[in-house]
């Protein structure tokens, strides 16, 4: 738990493709206010900037507080940064969202000290303090969603790396022999086998080879509706085809955590993102490979778990980055 002080309040901001969301924080922790606002990935950054105004400024009134309140602001964005400079280069879920100067603009609106980081970091930050890992002297998180990113934390802080990669455990390369392509137009990542567009992409091909169509899952394919929760609810009813497909995205991200393992030992390894609905069987899976396949001084299954915080973890990550930005200086 952080320290008491109820007299200071730190804002945290969540960039992303679908919604922009602001949560206030007080010192201690306690999460005191939210606010979520859609966002229109194609409206360009200019619109981006001007929202992350209004969603910050709704927050603190919703709150009850005045900007003067407000001792730092953290904005956690996705895409590749510039986290010296604090600029986003590039963001492919955001139309044209290239060399966005997103800390020099909140300095200047709000003139308060901005801390910039990566949204998977900001996700872990909060996992760390107020999550799964609260009480780990060490963690590393992965967003298990569209794609797989991820973060280290040791001693409550970020790993960062030189360019703000660390961490980058989805674009880690686990297959050598006919390895899959990746979005990022590399060969052989884990996301490609383990992201969630991977699972769908690896179905519809698991599909076209069942002739017999003995999967169910075949329905909701021909429809275009087919989903990796119709994949995962598949497999628990023993649908082979969906089974299988579960089987070797476990073995794929287990093979990631291991990688993790051996070159960071953590005390915790925590699962974040929207393929943890996918529930317990999905965690025993990847947990018993983990075991099969890792040195056994750190490969203890409980110590691979799944997030608590849910979609609040990215605001309360980047308001504790601005209050340790601010005691920092």
Not at 133 to 160: V, Y
Request: glycine share 12%; proline share 3%.
């Amino acid at each position: 738990m952080l320290p008491m002080d109820t007299s200071q309040y730190y804002l945290g901001l969540d960039v992303g493709g679908t919604s922009m969301k602001a949560g206030i924080i007080s010192a201690d922790g306690t999460l005191i206010q939210t606010l979520l606002q859609p966002t229109n990935k194609n409206a360009g950054p200019q619109a981006g900037l001007a929202l992350m105004e209004k969603v910050i400024n709704l927050c603190i009134q919703k709150a009850g507080l005045n900007l003067g309140s407000i001792k730092a602001i953290g904005a956690a964005v996705p895409g590749i940064i510039d986290l010296k400079n604090g600029v986003i280069l590039d963001a492919v879920n955001l139309t044209d969202w290239k060399n966005v100067p997103v800390r020099t603009h909140l300095e200047t609106i709000f003139s308060k000290p901005i801390a910039f980081l990566n949204d998977a970091n900001a996700a872990a930050l909060g996992e760390a303090w107020l999550g799964a890992g609260k009480g780990a002297e060490s963690m590393a998180f992965l967003t298990l969603g569209t794609g797989i990113g991820g973060g280290l934390i040791h001693q409550g802080k970020i790993i960062e790396g030189r360019h703000g990669l660390a961490g980058e455990i989805g674009h880690t390369r686990i297959e050598m022999s006919r390895p899959r392509p990746c979005s990022c137009g590399q060969f052989g990542c884990l996301e490609a086998y383990a992201g969630a567009t991977s699972v769908l992409k690896r179905a519809y091909e698991a599909l076209a080879e069942d002739f017999n169509k003995i999967s169910d899952l075949h329905e909701p394919a021909e429809k275009k509706t087919l989903s990796c929760k119709d994949v995962f609810d598949a497999a628990r009813n023993g649908d082979p085809i969906a089974d299988r497909l579960v089987e070797e995205t476990s073995s794929a991200l287990a093979l990631g955590i291991i990688n993790i393992l051996h070159f960071f030992d953590p005390e915790k390894v925590v699962l974040g993102g929207g393929m943890i609905a996918a529930g317990d069987d999905f965690l025993k899976r990847i947990r018993w490979f983990v075991k099969d396949q890792a040195f056994k001084e750190c490969a203890q299954g409980e110590d691979i778990c799944f997030a608590t915080l849910g979609n609040d973890a990215g605001i309360l990550g980047a308001a504790i980055a601005a209050r340790q930005m601010l005691l920092k200086n």
